[in-house]
């Protein structure tokens, strides 16, 4: 990091900067030049507040020279991050197909949509039990119900299972959960992230509806700061002035935050286009990118479902889509 000061900055405001500095462990290399003087900082720069710099008098500007992003940034994990799920693995090379109803309706509907998914390649399953809904009118999910019908059906089938946290008091309902999922309307509620740093569980991390790669890498690194190293990140689409899809599918995410980051990147080409037949093309384009994986909703009868029905796929069309993804697989971008 770096700060300029303004020309003649104040003797004692200066020492009192030097010395804050110094008691936040960094070493500073100071050089007078003509007209500037500029401190340069070196050490964990990370702690330090840029708004705090700026406010005062005597800076001109400050500059960044390295990500404020630690644990997340593959300059200090060049290695991929390869999680474990119950035997389900994901990064490093390992490409992990998690697919399931966006909701949660029924014991029948659930274990129906599993088995399929299963037999189709899928090694996750997702389920939603608490659902963020625009509407407080629209169905908001079976919940704690909801969560005991996706553990019958990990039991039933020996998928592990996905589902989303939308805050840190559902904690104890996701004992049996083996990958919390943080939705992108929550990927900046800070105090869930934190809470869910004190766990040791996989975390699904969505990008935030209009939030950049740099604070979605931020998001994540609130859950690694915290002690918990295992974070998936998604990308499931950004708002753009486009309205013929849901939202902008942004796949130049996908090897950028590859090259940012050592967590394994996944794609939700559901929610990104919220319409059925662009799922398979973006689906495979995903793939072709290098996405570490792919989350997709998938309904035995879309026509009928209580939430994203548009952008489901059958059981029969995902099972095309896997045959598909297995194809190009060996192509893809690494
Ligand atoms: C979901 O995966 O069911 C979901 C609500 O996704 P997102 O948070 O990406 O909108
Ligand atoms: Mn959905």
Redesign the pocket.
Known sequence: MIIILKSNPDKQQLENLINWLKSLNLEIHYSEGKSKTILGLIGETSVVDMDMLLALDIVEDVKRIQEPYKNANRKFHPDDLVIDVGGAKIGGGNFLLIAGP??VESSGQLLEIAVSVKNSGAGML?G?AF??RTSPYAFQGLREEGIRLLVEAKKATGLPIVS?IMDASQLPLFEEVDVI?V????MQNFELLKELGKISKPILL??G?SSTLQELLMSAEYILAGGNDNVIL?E??IRTFETSTRNTLDLSAVPLLKSMTHLPVIV?P??ATGISRLVKPMALAAVACGADGL?I?VHNDPAHAL??GPQSLTPQAFDELSRNIRQILPYAYR
């Open positions: 966006c909701s997702r939603g659902k963020p989303e999922q939705g992108a309307r929550n969505k990008r509806l998604c499931r689409g939700d559901s929610h989350i909703e939430c994203d």
